[in-house]
């Protein structure tokens, strides 16, 4: 050991034992210099014969130093030949625990490598370390504006931004392109350098821009799109908007691995703020203080706590809110409350990312998950291992008398599960690239596209490596114990004559009965998590989506005034309906986007006081077209559709839903009832018509007080608010992808143009429920590893101790046990196991149900049908893994038993 | 062990075990060993120092000498080895070969 040590240390100053060496040399040389200058020689020559006698010195070094490094090679390769003969005699052996390592640690490393992009990886800018979110959600230019004016005194310094997506012309073909506006300091506070050209600095973000409207891009879409020139600087990128083409200037490029600072999703093409009000003319919102669009971070002052910055910044609040309250729009009661909420910061060295709110705790759950996956694993292995030490003791024991050292041997012993976990964990790499991308991909849905970093830096390396290193010495420790029990000359002993009771068997039953409490632990989560998904997609939607197809036209990269926007989309519809569709209508809102069109409070009802804001009683809103609630296979319970005759100038008219009735008016007649939302001069709409309850949001969040006005009587200049419109079409069974694609030619005859995305609804349903059905999938697939692995793993434990106990078995029966009692006498010693594998499991899972419980649904966390469901499955694998050794036990013939023994 | 002795005119393992000898009159630098080893054979061991220094790495290696720094006799730095008790060990034992292998030639040559 010391030696290895000494060997280790000797290579790690490697450079620094040349330069010994070479002065040591130099020594020598200068002692003989001396003598022969005492014989008599000139300085000069006495110099040059030292120097000839001494020979190659740098030979002499090098030679030196291998007798330390090839030693320490040698010694290594010899263990390592060693330890891979002994695997490659066993192949069966190696090729089961290298996939088992593999698919444990390839599923731990992939899930890590998502964890680590979402949530840990700083982002790559200067100081991330000091970067601080303000939170909650999201700013308006003038709020950002008055904090921007009072950055530098609070702060070092503070950016926004606002993820957008562009339309830019290739070819003279509209390409949308994802991008963001930022403010002018956003490089410069980030630190995020050029790797061509220049960052946007505060004079692109200026009224007058000395260069004009630039951009910058990103790295990938310099390589992509402009073919990676040397001479990017300079170019132009048309940007579309409303018809008209604004040409951008490329100023720079950013450097590759910055992709802006929203993880999950990227900025290709940024453009200053000040580009804004130029491309949306009217529709700009850069000037309304109630439009919270844009995001802001800070950058701390070196030593600044988060909670000197927050008091700091609260401290100008006031300040900021006076400053912008005069020009926000709103009612009273609101306006009473904008910006009262204490401003509140958060560290964000990793960014920002609405991906992370969804997903973290799914996330986190999943990787526990499947690190007690990898746990079971281990422990199959090591049981594995020490099976095969047990049956090795021959060798061993032959190894031992021959004069090996006990250490020796160890080693051994360890270095095997130290390559198997090695190769494992290679393998497992490769695995988790393929399956990180798989994952991520499903995270993504028709209408967002998700696209993580998923390059495996140190962070992951160190993951993996640290995996191994623990899967090897826990795998490794287990044969340890089979060496106390091995002795020189043992091998001539033994064989076959274990009885009942061997210790050797208590390591193995503990491994057992922990793989049993793992695995019941994790199948009691894939239970809940699939009963959760289950309640999910059968609840009911309210509405039939099987037959529709769904466009999402975009309004605002159309050149259409706001004016004009409401008579488009009507010639829009009638285009579509004039292609032969059975039914059509528009609305503002599409269902199940997570979201939608709310009031910012409670509706008052007839002539009721209106209620201050409380975004946790607000009503939802869309406007549709006459037709929509039959399109949408939404029954109407009461009173009647909107009609043509409902249009801006006649009386304001409305559809509430049910869940609407009995939150404002149970027991009551609505229909012919009024009512008013958001503010005090508010119109009063009339209750024409009640729907049946449908899934507005998602399905979690079930039935949602809801109404409906006429699109056609909203104000027209309502219309600039608007981005985008849906048409939902109901198409005959099985032509949905027909219809599809007429509706996309009759739209793009009506206007060549048009921008717009479909898709059928199923596809919008099926995303509504990523992460639920991920989560399901993903529970429900280690769910059943583990009960393999739990299940394999007893199952080798009852062969081994029947075979180590045929001698006594043959003797019973020889002696007159009947068949059955032999199968008893095996049941007995796996009941043990099961039943402590099952308490401990048990105990485990009611301890860690509260974890689960955020994310479940309609079923509780100790739901008593999964425990005992779940125990009844444990139960018939035990008990399946049990018989087959126990049947070959009752079948032992006696006789032949006993003349082996 | 397999020692890979560098080309010399010794018997392989020879070296080291002069080395060992010579060490056991005390501390001696790397010239100082040459001398030695000079002297004492009335010129006839002329050791060059691309077999000296890796041998003295491979008794190092083997936890036979310890060097340690020191100042020559011109004032300059210099590693000073010493005999350990594994080396002195080492070198009975190497002896004791050595005899035997030396008197095996001397059987072999004087036969007829």
């Known amino acids: 050991m010391k030696t290895l040590f000494q060997r280790l240390l000797y290579l790690l100053r490697w450079s620094r034992q040349g330069a010994d060496l070479r002065e040591e040399i130099e020594t020598h040389r200068s002692l003989r210099q001396e003598a022969l200058e005492r014989d008599g020689l000139g300085a000069d020559d006495a110099a040059h014969a030292s120097r000839r006698a001494i020979g190659n010195v740098p030979l002499a070094i090098e030679d030196s130093r291998e007798v330390w490094a090839m030693r320490a090679l040698d010694h290594m390769r010899q263990d390592v030949r060693d330890a891979v003969r002994g695997l490659r005699k066993s192949p069966g052996f190696a090729f089961v625990t290298i996939a088992t390592l593999a698919l444990g640690i390839g599923a731990n490393t992939a899930l890590f490598s998502i964890f680590n992009s979402l949530l840990i990886r700083p982002l790559p800018v200067r100081d991330p370390g000091h970067l601080a979110l303000l939170n909650d959600g999201q700013w308006s230019y003038p709020v950002w504006q008055e904090l921007s004016a009072r950055a530098d005194d609070l702060f070092d310094g503070a950016f926004a931004w606002s993820a957008q997506s562009f339309d830019l012309t290739e070819g003279g073909r509209p390409v949308p392109v994802d991008g963001a506006y930022v403010s002018g300091r956003f490089f410069d506070v980030l630190g995020v350098p050029a790797v061509r050209g ?66 999950g999703r990227v900025a290709d093409v940024l453009l200053p703020f000040a580009a804004e009000p130029l491309l949306q ?24 706590t988060i909670e000197r910055a927050n008091a700091a910044l609260r401290g100008v ?128 849905t028709w209408e967002r596209t998700v696209s993580l970093d998923l390059t495996l830096d140190w ?170 609630f039959e399109t949408m296979g939404i029954p109407l319970r009461a009173g009647r559709d909107f009609s043509d005759r409902d249009r801006v100038g006649t009386p304001p008219v409305a559809i509430v839903n049910e869940a609407f009735v009995r939150r404002y008016l149970p027991g009551q007649q609505p229909i012919g009832q009024t009512l008013r939302l958001d503010s005090e001069d508010s119109p009063r709409y009339e209750i024409v018509g009640v729907a049946a309850d449908a899934v507005y949001t998602t399905p979690r969040q079930g039935m949602l007080p809801t109404m409906w006005v006429a699109l056609a009587q909203r104000d027209p200049r309502e219309w600039s608010a608007w981005r985008n419109v849906v048409l939902t079409v109901k198409a005959a069974p099985g032509q949905r992808a027909l219809v599809e694609r007429d ?32 989560v399901a999938m993903m529970s429900g697939f280690f769910g059943a590893l583990a009960l393999l692995l739990a299940g394999l793993g007893l199952y080798g434990i009852v062969v081994q101790a029947v075979n180590a106990r045929r001698t006594e078995i043959g003797l019973r029966m020889a002696l007159g046990a009947p068949a059955t009692g032999i199968v008893r006498l095996v049941f007995r010693r796996v009941g043990v196991l099961i039943a402590a594998g099952l308490v401990l499991g048990l105990a485990g899972s009611w301890w860690a149900a509260r974890f689960v419980a955020p994310l479940l649904f309609q079923v509780e966390a100790r739901d008593p049908m999964t425990f005992s469901g779940t125990a009844a499955v444990l139960v018939a694998v035990g008990v399946l893994a049990a018989w087959v050794p126990a049947r070959r036990a009752a079948r032992l013939d006696p006789a032949t038993v006993l003349r082996e023994g | 062990m397999g020692l890979t002795n560098t080309p010399s005119d010794l018997l392989p393992g020879t070296l080291e075990l002069l080395i060992l000898k010579t060490l056991v009159s005390g501390a001696k630098h790397g010239y100082g060993i040459v001398e030695h080893l000079r002297l004492t054979s009335d010129d006839v061991l002329r050791v060059g120092e691309s077999a000296l220094y890796p041998a003295l790495q491979r008794l190092l290696f083997n936890g036979w000498v310890k060097a340690e720094w020191g100042t020559s006799e011109n004032n300059r730095r210099a ?34």
């Open chain 1, 459 to 628: 962070r992951v390396l160190v993951f993996t490596a640290t995996l191994a290193c623990l899967c090897a010495i826990s795998a490794g420790i287990a044969p340890m114990f089979a060496m106390k029990s091995v002795a020189p000359g043992e091998a001539l002993k033994s064989a076959g004559r274990a009885i009942a009771g061997d210790r050797r068997f208590a390591v193995r039953g503990a491994l057992v009965v922990a793989q049993i409490a793992i695995s019941f632990v994790l199948v009691i989560a894939a239970g809940l998590f699939l009963r959760t998904f289950e309640s999910l997609s059968q609840l009911p939607l309210g509405f039939v989506p099987e037959p529709l197809v769904v466009v999402d036209v975009s309004l605002s990269a159309s050149g259409v005034p706001p004016e004009e926007r409401g008579a488009r989309v009507e010639r829009l519809l009638e285009a579509a309906v004039a292609s032969g569709v059975r039914s059509a209508s528009l609305s503002q809102r599409r269902l199940l986007t997570g979201g939608g069109w709310s009031s910012n409070n409670e509706v008052a009802v007839g002539d009721r006081p209106m209620l201050p804001e409380d975004r946790q009683r607000r009503v939802w809103r869309n406007a549709t077209t006459p037709g929509w």
């Open chain 2, 79 to 112: 590693r000073y080895y010493t005999l350990t008790a594994a080396g002195r060990k080492q070198l009975a034992a190497e002896r004791a070969e050595f005899d035997r292998m030396i008197g095996a030639i001397q059987r072999v040559l004087g036969t007829t």
């Open chain 1, 198 to 263: 220049r960052m946007l600095t505060p004079a692109d973000d200026s009224a007058a821009p000395p260069n004009g409207l630039v951009a910058v891009v990103s790295h990938r879409f310099w390589r992509q799109h402009l073919g990676g020139a040397d001479d990017v600087v300079g170019r132009q990128l048309t940007v579309l908007i409303q018809r008209q083409r604004f040409p951008f200037t490329v100023v720079g490029v950013m450097p590759s691995g910055f992709d802006g600072v929203d993880v």
């Open chain 1, 317 to 444: 609040q006031s300040q900021i809110r006076d400053a912008v309250l005069p020009g926000l729009r709103a009612s009273p009661a609101f306006a009473a409350r904008y910006l009262t909420d204490p401003l509140t910061l958060a560290p964000a060295a990793s960014g920002a990312s609405g991906l992370r709110r969804t997903f973290a705790t799914p996330l986190f759950a999943m990787v526990v998950a499947v690190g007690l996956v990898l746990l079971v694993a281990c422990a199959n292995i090591a049981s594995l291992l020490l099976a095969r030490a047990l049956a090795r003791r021959g060798e061993l024991s032959v190894r031992l008398a021959l004069g090996g050292t006990r250490w020796r041997l160890a080693r051994l012993l360890f270095l095997e599960s130290f390559l198997v976990a090695t190769i494992g964990a290679a393998l497992g790499l490769l695995f988790a690239r393929w399956g990180s991308a798989l994952l991520v991909r499903q995270l993504g």
């Open chain 1, 743 to 774: 509706v996309a030619a009759a739209l793009t005859m009506a206007d060549p143009t048009l921008v717009f995305t479909s898709g059928t609804f199923d596809e919008m349903l099926v995303a509504t429920m990523t992460q639920e059905r991920l």
């Open chain 1, 281 to 304: 003319g009217r529709d700009s919102a850069l000037s309304i203080v109630g439009k919270s669009w844009l995001e802001i971070m800070v950058r701390l002052k070196p030593g600044q």
